[in-house]
C-alpha cells in the first residue's frame, strides 16, 4: 500500500472507532493511544517515513501532519462533546433536586423607603444631613418658633431626659444645628428616628422615623414648594397620583401646608406630609438675615410613606422583627 | 370641635352640602371631616303618639297609636320615656334602617306591631338608646325624617391648629365661608340694655396683666327650665346635651362666639364681692365636676374677696354654681391672660372647652358683645332681668397690631401676582382695616386674632383665602451646586449591602426599653422623665438584647435558622449634661441556628463563632482591606468572645451570647452568635480614597506543610508565624487540613497548611521558595515543638 492509501485507511478506522466514543475513561485513553499515542498508528506512519526518497519525504510530512492535526482535532471535539454532556449522560443523573440554595437576606422596608425618599431629592440637589436624636430644647422646640407657654407645644406629646433635654420630636432639630453652622443658601434633607409620647396602636408608635428637607436662598416661593414636592410625590406614588396642598399650621413655617394624595381604595384624602414657607422668626434665631433669606421646608414620617406604598395596616409590624413580615421585602 | 351646618346658616348662606363645605373648610386650613350626615331614607317619618297604653301582656312594654300623617298604625314600644302627644321618628313598615335594618310587621307577645318608634342610634344621629328620640312638636307628621332633620343634624367636626382661637365658634367657622365664598357675614342681633337696676358688685383685679378685662352683670327673676327645641337641637348637632335654659345659654354663646362666660349662682356669693387673683398657700376648690382641687400656689383663681369660687378660665366651683332653683345670677364675661391659663390649666391637668379658648386667646374686645348676647338670652328665655349696670373694669384698652404688608414681598412669597382688589376684600372680609397705598398696604388685625402679628401672617391669610391649589406650581430648579458626597452616611451601604447578601435580614427595633434590658450592657443608660410605662422607660444601650429578643420572636414563631442584623443608635449616659449624654451608631447581628441546612447535597453545618468570625472577615479583611485582630475578652452578653480591633482601634465585640442573657431574657434559644461594632473610631477610614493595585500576572507557587504538634498549639498562632517568616513574595497562607490519629499519639495533632508565594517581577523557582520554606519549618519545629510529617 501507498502512504496516501495507509493515511486513507488510518483515518476512515479511526472514524468508525470515534463514531461510538466510548464513556469509560480507560477507554477513551485507549483509543488516543492506538491512533495518537507514541506508539499509535499516526506515529507508526511517521516511522514509515524512513522508507522514502528525499524527494518524497516533504510531501509525505505534509499529508502525515495533517492527518496527526486532523485526527488530534476531531478526538479533542468529541471529547469535549463526551465532557459537557457526561452528566447528562448518566442515566440516574436527577436534575428535579433542588439547587443548592445560599442564605438570602433583605433590607428592612422603612431602610428601603428611606433610601428612595433620599434618591429623589439627592436627584434634584439636596445634600444630607444627619444629627443628635438627645436635643435640648432649644433646637427642638424654642429656635424652631414653639413659644414657651403655646398650645403649639400640645402638638407633639414629648419625652424629657431632663427639664430642659428631650428626644427630639422631629428631625428639625437638625435644621437649627446645619443653619447654626453654615451660611446660606442651603438645600438639605435630614432623615432620622424621632419620638413622640403617644399610646402605642395600629397607627402610631413611641418613635418613627422622618425625613424633613429645608431649602434656604433669596427668592423663594410657595410655588416652588409646590413644585419640588409634586415632583416626590409622583416619583414615589406614581406620574398620575391626583394630590393637593391644604392650609395648616407649624410654628416654623408660615404659610403652612398639608399635602394630601387621593387615594381610590379608600375613596378618601390621605395625608402624606407637612410644609410650608420657613417662619422668620426661624431665621432670626439662627441669625440669617430673614429680610434677605426666603425658604421652604417639609417633613415626612418614614412609616407613613411605606405603609401606603405597600399597604402596611399595622406600624407595629416595622419594629416587631418578624421574618415572616421582613422577608416580603427584597 | 362640632359646628352644625344648620347653626352656620345663621350667620352665612351655604349652599353646600355637608361633605362639600367640609371639602372648603379643609382647603381653608381647617381640617374638616363630616361628623353626621344623614343619608336619605324612605318609610322614615315624623309621627305623632296618638296614645301610649299599657301592653296588654307584658308591663314593660306600651301599645301605641301613631299617626304618620295619613294613617294610624299599632306600634308595640318598649322605650321608657314614650308618652302620648309626642313628635317621634317612625320607621314604617318597609322601612330600612342604617346597618341594613329591615321593618316588617312583628306581632309582640300577641300583639301586632307595624312599624318602630326610633332612637338616636337606631337612626345613626349619636349612641343614645336609652329612650326614643322626642321632636319639637312643629314637626309636621308625615314628613321624611332625613329630608327635616338631616339638614338640621349634618354636622363637621373640626381639627382647629393652635392659630386659629377665631375658629373655635361657629361665627369664626361662617365668616371664613363667607370670605371665600364672597357672602356677607351676619353676626347676631345683639342689644345693650340701660338698666334701670342699681345693684352692683365690687369688681378688683390684683394684677391687670392677669386679667385685661372683666364684666359682670347681675340679673334677677329668672326661671330655669328645659331649653327650648331649637336651643336643644343647635345644641346636640355640636354634640352636647342641653342641661336646663341656664346653663345651655352659657354653652351656647361658648359654641357660638367662641368667648366662654361663667354664671354664678347670685345668692349662693356669701361675699358680694368679685377679686380676682393669684392662690395662695394651701387653697383649694370643689369645682362643677364635684372633684376638690388642691391649689399650687400662683393659680388665677376668682374669689368673692375671701374663697375662691371659680378657677380663673377653667372651670367654675360648685357651691356658687347655678341650679334648678336658681333665681338670681352674677354673669362674667373676661379676658384673661392666655399664658396664666394655659400653665394654671397645665398645673392642674385639666382641659375644659373654657381653657382651650382661654389659652389660645380670645378676643378681649368680645367680650362685652358676649355679654349682652347671654344678658339677651337669658332675659328671652328665662324670663330674666338685668338689675345692673354693665360692670365693665377695662383699664388699658388692648388694640389690633398695625402691620405693614409690601405687595412684592407678597408676590415673592406666593410664586405669583395676586390681584390687589382680592387682597383688600379678603382681608377687609378677614376683619382687617386696610390702606392701600402703591407699594403696601397698611393693615391693622382684627383683636379676635391675636395669632397676626406680623407681615407673613397677613399672607398666609392671603394666600389660604386664595387656595393653594390656585397658586402655579413651578417646575424649576434654583440655586447653586454644592461640592460634595450629597451623604455622609454613604459609606454605610456597603455594611448593609454585604449582610444582607451573607444572607442577614435588617430589622429596626424599639429604641426604648426597661430598665433592666437597657443596662444589661454594662453601661448606663439614660432614663426618660416622662415614661409612657416602666417597659419603655430608658434608651438601649446596645442592640443586642434586642435582637435576641427578635431571634427568639422568630423562633418561637416556626423559624429556626436565624440571621438578623440591625443598624442603629444606641445611647449612654456618663453625666448629667447633654453633651455627656453619648450617642453612637453600631452594627449588630445575631444567628442561630443551621449555617448550611441538611439537604440531599451537603450536611448540616451550625452557626458558630467561625460562621461570624467568617463575616467579619471578608468585611473588614477581604472587602475593605483592612487588619482586623480579635483578642479574647470578657464582655458582659457572651460567654465566649473577643474583642473587635480593626487597624489596632477596638471597635466591639463578638462570640457566643450568654446564657445568662437568654434565660434572662426569657427565651427558648439554646445557643446563639453575636457581633456588635461601633462606626465612631473608625468611620473616617472608611471615607478614605481607594486606589488601583496592578494585577500580578507571574506564576504562583504552592506549598503543602504538615507538622504535628500538641493539641493545646493554637494553629492561628502557628498561622501568624508563618506569615510573618514568609515574607514579601507571600499570598496566602491557611490551614487547609487538621487530622488526628492514635498513631500520632494522645492530645497530638496533624495540621496542613497550604502556603502560596508569588513574585511581582520574575517566574519564581525552586531555588527562590525553597530557602523561605526551610525558614518556616525551622521556626515551626523550634517554636511549637512541632515535626514535619513528610
Not at chain 2, 185 to 190: D, H, I
Amino acid at each position: 500500500m501507498s502512504l496516501k492509501e495507509n493515511i486513507d485507511s488510518v483515518r476512515s478506522d479511526f472514524l468508525a472507532d470515534i463514531e461510538s466514543f466510548p464513556n469509560d475513561a480507560q477507554d477513551i485513553e485507549n483509543l488516543r493511544v492506538k491512533y495518537l499515542g507514541r506508539k499509535g498508528l499516526v506515529a507508526g506512519l511517521f516511522s514509515s517515513m524512513g522508507n522514502l526518497s528525499a524527494e518524497e519525504r516533504p510531501q509525505a510530512g505534509q499529508l502525515l501532519n495533517a492527518l496527526k492535526n486532523d485526527l488530534s482535532e476531531q478526538f479533542q471535539k468529541k471529547m469535549d462533546e463526551n465532557n459537557s454532556g457526561a452528566q447528562t449522560q448518566d442515566p440516574y443523573f436527577d436534575a428535579t433536586l433542588p439547587g443548592i440554595a445560599p442564605a438570602l437576606g433583605s433590607m428592612h422596608p422603612l431602610e428601603r423607603t428611606l433610601q428612595e425618599i433620599k434618591d429623589i431629592f439627592i436627584s434634584i440637589g439636596f445634600h444630607v444631613e444627619y444629627g443628635p436624636e438627645i436635643d435640648d430644647d432649644y433646637h427642638n422646640f424654642s429656635a424652631l418658633n414653639f413659644p414657651e407657654h403655646h398650645p403649639a407645644r400640645d402638638m407633639q406629646d414629648t419625652f424629657f431626659v431632663a427639664p430642659d433635654t428631650v428626644l427630639r420630636t422631629h428631625t428639625s432639630n437638625v435644621q437649627i444645628h446645619l443653619m447654626e453652622n453654615e451660611d446660606p443658601p442651603i438645600r438639605h434633607i435630614v432623615p432620622g428616628r424621632v419620638y413622640r409620647n403617644e399610646a402605642i396602636s395600629f397607627k402610631s408608635y413611641c418613635l418613627f422615623h422622618q425625613v424633613e428637607g429645608i431649602y434656604v436662598d433669596k427668592n423663594v416661593s410657595f410655588g416652588e414648594l409646590k413644585g419640588v414636592l409634586e415632583y416626590f410625590v409622583r416619583q414615589m406614588f406614581g406620574p398620575k397620583v391626583k394630590m393637593r396642598f391644604r392650609p395648616s399650621f407649624f410654628p416654623f413655617t408660615e404659610p403652612s401646608a398639608e399635602v394630601d394624595i387621593w387615594s381610590t381604595e379608600r375613596n378618601q384624602w390621605l395625608e402624606i406630609l407637612g410644609c410650608g414657607m420657613v417662619d422668620p422668626a426661624v431665621f432670626d434665631n439662627v441669625g440669617y438675615d430673614s429680610s434677605i433669606w426666603h425658604g421652604y421646608a417639609f417633613g415626612m414620617g418614614v412609616e407613613r410613606i411605606a405603609m401606603l406604598k405597600y399597604k402596611i395596616d399595622d406600624i407595629r409590624h416595622f419594629y416587631q422583627g418578624d421574618v415572616r413580615f421582613l422577608r416580603q421585602f427584597k | 370641635m362640632i359646628v352644625s351646618q344648620h347653626w352656620l346658616k345663621d350667620y352665612v348662606d351655604i349652599d353646600a352640602t355637608v361633605s362639600d363645605l367640609a371639602d372648603m373648610l379643609s382647603l381653608l386650613g381647617l381640617e374638616a371631616e363630616v361628623h353626621t350626615e344623614i343619608q336619605p331614607m324612605s318609610h322614615v317619618v315624623i309621627g305623632k303618639v296618638k296614645s301610649a297604653e299599657k301592653h296588654p301582656n307584658a308591663d314593660k312594654l306600651k301599645l301605641c297609636q301613631v299617626f304618620d300623617g295619613k294613617k294610624t298604625h299599632q306600634v308595640v314600644c318598649g322605650a321608657p320615656n314614650i308618652d302620648a302627644g309626642q313628635t317621634i321618628v317612625f320607621a314604617k313598615e318597609g322601612a330600612v334602617l342604617p346597618g341594613n335594618f329591615k321593618l316588617k310587621k312583628v306581632t309582640i307577645r300577641g300583639v301586632e306591631s307595624n312599624g318602630m318608634i326610633c332612637s338616636e342610634r337606631e337612626l345613626n344621629l349619636s349612641d343614645e338608646h336609652e329612650g326614643i328620640l322626642v321632636l319639637d312638636d312643629t314637626f309636621q307628621a308625615g314628613d321624611s325624617f332625613s329630608d327635616v332633620i338631616g339638614p338640621i343634624r349634618a354636622s363637621i367636626e373640626l381639627d382647629i391648629t393652635p392659630n386659629r382661637p377665631d375658629a373655635f365658634s361657629h361665627i369664626g367657622v361662617a365668616r371664613d365661608i363667607a370670605v371665600k365664598t364672597n357672602k356677607v357675614l351676619a353676626l347676631p342681633k345683639v342689644l345693650s340694655i340701660e338698666s334701670d337696676g342699681e345693684k352692683t358688685i365690687p369688681i378688683t383685679m390684683e394684677s391687670n396683666d392677669d386679667c385685661p378685662r372683666y364684666i359682670g352683670g347681675i340679673m334677677e327673676g329668672i326661671t330655669v327650665s328645659p331649653s327650648p327645641q331649637w336651643l336643644v337641637d343647635r345644641l346636640h348637632a355640636a354634640g352636647q346635651r342641653s342641661i336646663n335654659n341656664l346653663v345651655d345659654i352659657s354653652n351656647f354663646v361658648l359654641l357660638e362666639l367662641g368667648h366662654p362666660t361663667h354664671i354664678f349662682d347670685y345668692d349662693k356669693l356669701k361675699n358680694k364681692e368679685i377679686l380676682i387673683r393669684r392662690s395662695k398657700k394651701n387653697e383649694s376648690i370643689v369645682t362643677l365636676d364635684e372633684e376638690k382641687r388642691e391649689l399650687s400656689e400662683g393659680q388665677l383663681l376668682i374669689t368673692d374677696g375671701k374663697i375662691p369660687i371659680a378657677i380663673a378660665g377653667i372651670m367654675g366651683g360648685l357651691e356658687s354654681a347655678v341650679s334648678e332653683k336658681t333665681t338670681s345670677v352674677l354673669i362674667e364675661s373676661a379676658y384673661f391672660n392666655a399664658v396664666v391659663i394655659r400653665k394654671g390649666a397645665k398645673s392642674l391637668s385639666m382641659q375644659t372647652e373654657s381653657s382651650k379658648r382661654f389659652e389660645r386667646g380670645v378676643d378681649p374686645n368680645g367680650a362685652d358683645f358676649t355679654f349682652w348676647r347671654v344678658v339677651n338670652l337669658i332675659q328671652d328665655l328665662t324670663g330674666g332681668k338685668l338689675v345692673s349696670p354693665i360692670m365693665d373694669i377695662y383699664p388699658k384698652v388692648i388694640k389690633g397690631k398695625k402691620i405693614t404688608l409690601r405687595k412684592s414681598e407678597l408676590s415673592l412669597i406666593a410664586g405669583c401676582k395676586i390681584d390687589n382688589k382680592f387682597v383688600e376684600n379678603t382681608l377687609s372680609n378677614l376683619g382687617f382695616k386696610v390702606q392701600s397705598s402703591e407699594n403696601e398696604w397698611n393693615c391693622t388685625a382684627p383683636t379676635f386674632r391675636p395669632d397676626i402679628e406680623r407681615e407673613i401672617d397677613i399672607i398666609e391669610e392671603i394666600i389660604r383665602v386664595y387656595g393653594y391649589d390656585n397658586i402655579p406650581s413651578d417646575n424649576n430648579i434654583y440655586g447653586s451646586y454644592r461640592i460634595g458626597n450629597p451623604d455622609p452616611e454613604t459609606y454605610l451601604k456597603q455594611f448593609r449591602k454585604l449582610m444582607i447578601g451573607f444572607g442577614y435580614r435588617q430589622v429596626y427595633n424599639n429604641s426604648l426599653q426597661n430598665e433592666t434590658i437597657s443596662q444589661m450592657s454594662g453601661k448606663t443608660s439614660i432614663p426618660m422623665m416622662n415614661p409612657l410605662s416602666t417597659e419603655m422607660a430608658f434608651l438601649r444601650t446596645s442592640l443586642l438584647p434586642g435582637l435576641i429578643q427578635n431571634a427568639d420572636f422568630n423562633q418561637k414563631n416556626g423559624t429556626t435558622d436565624i440571621r438578623l442584623f440591625e443598624l442603629g443608635n444606641v445611647h449612654a449616659k456618663h453625666g448629667d449634661s447633654l453633651g455627656e449624654l453619648e450617642e453612637s451608631l453600631i452594627l449588630s447581628c445575631i444567628t442561630t441556628g443551621n449555617y448550611i441546612s441538611d439537604s440531599v447535597h451537603e450536611k448540616a453545618l451550625n452557626q458558630s463563632v467561625f460562621t461570624l468570625k467568617g463575616i467579619l472577615s471578608q468585611i473588614i479583611e477581604s472587602h475593605l482591606g483592612f487588619r482586623l485582630v480579635l483578642k479574647k475578652s470578657q464582655t458582659p452578653g457572651f460567654d465566649v468572645s473577643w474583642e473587635i480591633n480593626i487597624n489596632g482601634k477596638l471597635v466591639g465585640y463578638m462570640g457566643q451570647i450568654s446564657s445568662s442573657w437568654l434565660k434572662n431574657l426569657d427565651t427558648d434559644i439554646e445557643s446563639a452568635f453575636a457581633f456588635e461594632f461601633s462606626f465612631e473610631a473608625w468611620k473616617n477610614m472608611l471615607k478614605g480614597k481607594q486606589t488601583f493595585k496592578p494585577i500580578q500576572t507571574f506564576p504562583k507557587v504552592s506549598r503543602h506543610l504538615n507538622f504535628v504538634m500538641e493539641e493545646s498549639i493554637r494553629v492561628g498562632n502557628v498561622l501568624d508565624g508563618i506569615k510573618k517568616k514568609a515574607g514579601k513574595l507571600l499570598t496566602n497562607a491557611e490551614p487547609v487540613d487538621i487530622f488526628r490519629d492514635s498513631e500520632l499519639g494522645k492530645d497530638m495533632k496533624s495540621v496542613t497548611f497550604f502556603i502560596e508565594f508569588q513574585s511581582p517581577s520574575k517566574t519564581l523557582e525552586d531555588k527562590d521558595v525553597n530557602p523561605i520554606i526551610d525558614e518556616i519549618i525551622g521556626f515551626v519545629s523550634q517554636q511549637y515543638d512541632a515535626k514535619l510529617r513528610v
